[in-house]
């Protein structure tokens, strides 16, 4: 993740620093949590340049149940609670920032 780019940008489109901060950890744990599901390799910005996060998106609706169908094992994150709205908005907002500050895709 493109820390401090991120929080810069947040910070510039008037978001509260409370949010930043809560934008900032969620996507750090999307981050641990698909490295560690689909390798060291995994980044926000190469998921973004091959679909605009579309795939991360689809594990990602109804509470994460794809997630729980594919039987990843030990992933942490909330699966079937309302927190994954929370997550997928926050990814929704790392996209916006890629999208217009790199122009990626």
Known sequence: MKRTEFVVW???????????????????????????LFGESFSLENEYAKDQ??????????????LKQKRYDNINLPIGKPTMGSIRYSLRAYCRFLEKRYKVG
């Open 10 to 36: 947040l910070n510039d489109t008037n978001v509260s620093p409370r949010v930043i901060r809560d934008h900032v950890s969620r996507i750090n744990r999307l981050e641990r949590v698909f490295s560690s």
């Open 53 to 66: 996060c579309k795939y991360l998106f689809s594990l990602l609706k109804k509470r994460g149940s794809k």
